[in-house]
C-alpha cells in the first residue's frame, strides 16, 4: 500500500494521540504524523511556509482554546486548495445534537467514533484513498 505522505492529529488529549499515532504508524499507513492539541495549534501548522498539507487530519470535537467545530469553521476559510488538499475526519465519543447541526456545512468528509482501531482505519483509507490496508 502506498503510504499517506503527512497524517495530523489534533486532540488535547495525550494518550488518544500516542495510541492513534502508533497504531497508525504500526499499520504502516504513514512515516509522518504531527500532533496539535487544539484547533488554534493546528491552525498554526497549517497557515506555516512552506504550506504544511496532511492528506488527513483526524480531528477531535471537544478541546480546550479552540474546538473542533471552531476550526472547522477558520479553514472554511482558507484557500480552497489548501482545503481540497486534506480530508478531514472528526473523531468523537459522543456528539451532541447542536454539534451535529452545526457541523452539516461544514468541510469534513466524516466522522468515526473513538477509540481509532484497525477497521476504522482501513474504512477511511478505502472511503477516501482509494487504499486499503494488507491483509493480516
Same mark, same amino acid.
Given at each position: ?5 503527512h ?19 504500526? @499499520?504502516?499507513?504513514? $512515516? ?5 492539541? &487544539? *484547533?488554534? /495549534?493546528? #491552525?498554526?501548522?497549517?497557515?506555516? =511556509? ?5 492528506? @488527513?487530519?483526524?480531528? $477531535?470535537v471537544?478541546?480546550?482554546?479552540? &474546538? *473542533?467545530? /471552531?476550526f #472547522?469553521e477558520?479553514?472554511?476559510? =482558507?484557500p ?15 456528539? &451532541?445534537?447542536s ?38
Amino acid at each position: 500500500m502506498e503510504k499517506l505522505p503527512h497524517i495530523l492529529l489534533v486532540d488535547d488529549d495525550d494518550t488518544t494521540n500516542f495510541l492513534n499515532e502508533h497504531l497508525l504508524k504500526k @499499520l504502516n499507513v504513514t $512515516d509522518q504524523v504531527r500532533v496539535a492539541y &487544539d *484547533g488554534k /495549534q493546528a #491552525l498554526e501548522m497549517l497557515s506555516q =511556509l512552506p504550506p504544511f498539507e496532511p492528506a @488527513l487530519l483526524l480531528l $477531535d470535537v471537544n478541546m480546550p482554546v479552540m &474546538d *473542533g467545530i /471552531q476550526f #472547522l469553521e477558520t479553514f472554511a476559510r =482558507l484557500p480552497q486548495a489548501q482545503q481540497a488538499a486534506t480530508v478531514i475526519v472528526m473523531l468523537t465519543t459522543s456528539m &451532541d445534537s447542536s454539534d451535529l447541526a452545526r457541523i452539516n456545512d461544514l468541510p469534513i468528509a466524516g466522522m468515526v467514533s473513538k477509540p481509532l482501531n484497525r477497521e476504522k482505519i482501513d474504512m477511511l483509507l478505502k472511503l477516501h484513498f482509494q487504499r486499503q490496508l494488507p491483509g493480516e
